[in-house]
Antibody, heavy 123, light 108 residues
Framework: EVELLESGGGLVQPGGSLRLSCAAS????????MTWVRQAPGKGLEWVSVISGTGGITYYVASVKGRFTISRDTSKNVLYLQMNSLRTEDTAVYYC????????????????WGQGDLVVVSS | DIQMTQFPSSLSASVGDRVTITCRASQKISDSLNWYQQKPGKAPKLLIY???TLQSGVPSRFTGSGSGTDFTLTINSLQPDDFATYYC??????????FGQGTKVEVK
């Protein structure tokens, strides 16, 4: 069964760091582009970051560039989002999602999502 | 960034109704558009990709159409399970993908 399971969320103070994990089962992360999408409380969806199936290409939304890093461990089949210098506006449920395709050039359609993990940035 | 505008932001409908949701892009995006359904406390679910292609396992009462800047999601014969929030998302500008603000379909 294809499944994504996020973990690592929680409460962190402004300026702090947190690493989200997304364990994939039923498929290999090497075969698909993988994305992080977030949703602030009561708000809509915002794309955050994507990594290609090869792992060689990564992109970020402007508001997190330089603070967040997407990566993966193919031996463990786990996707990560390292979040540094966190701000209150980063408070959201973070979803990892599998793309329909491997190449970033053709990606953008997320056909499998994790259950989401809440990150709260507050003092 | 390409802005995606959905309307209406909410609507009330009854079981059996035909529902139409519109999504407009701030510039042409060809057919690079997805539709997602999200229920409270749950992750989004892909319904339609490439503007009109039904994702595997999605009921045929969901149809998507449009190209360029104007797109529609139609739900024929609304079912109880369809009350949810629907989002459009463009993927024309890789990787600056953007979502619409959502349309909540509520029970009349």
């Amino acid at each position: 069964e294809v499944e994504l399971l996020e973990s690592g969320g929680g409460l962190v103070q402004p300026g702090g760091s947190l690493r989200l994990s997304c364990a994939a089962s039923g498929f290999s992360l090497s075969d698909y582009a993988m994305t992080w999408v977030r949703q602030a409380p009561g708000k809509g969806l915002e794309w955050v970051s994507v990594i290609s199936g090869t792992g060689g290409i990564t992109y970020y939304v402007a508001s997190v560039k330089g603070r967040f890093t997407i990566s993966r461990d193919t031996s463990k089949n786990v996707l990560y989002l390292q979040m540094n210098s966190l701000r209150t506006e980063d408070t959201a449920v973070y979803y990892c999602a599998k793309d329909r395709l491997r190449s970033i050039a053709a990606a953008g359609s997320m056909d499998m999502w994790g259950q989401g993990d809440l990150v709260v940035v507050s003092s | 960034d390409i802005q995606m505008t959905q309307f209406p932001s909410s609507l009330s409908a009854s079981v059996g109704d035909r529902v139409t949701i519109t999504c407009r892009a701030s510039q042409k995006i060809s057919d690079s558009l997805n539709w997602y359904q999200q229920k409270p406390g749950k992750a989004p679910k892909l319904l339609i990709y490439s503007a009109s292609t039904l994702q595997s396992g999605v009921p045929s009462r969901f149809t998507g159409s449009g190209s360029g800047t104007d797109f529609t999601l139609t739900i024929n014969s609304l079912q109880p399970d369809d009350f949810a929030t629907y989002y459009c998302q463009q993927y024309y500008t890789t990787p600056a993908w953007t979502f619409g603000q959502g349309t909540k379909v509520e029970v009349k």
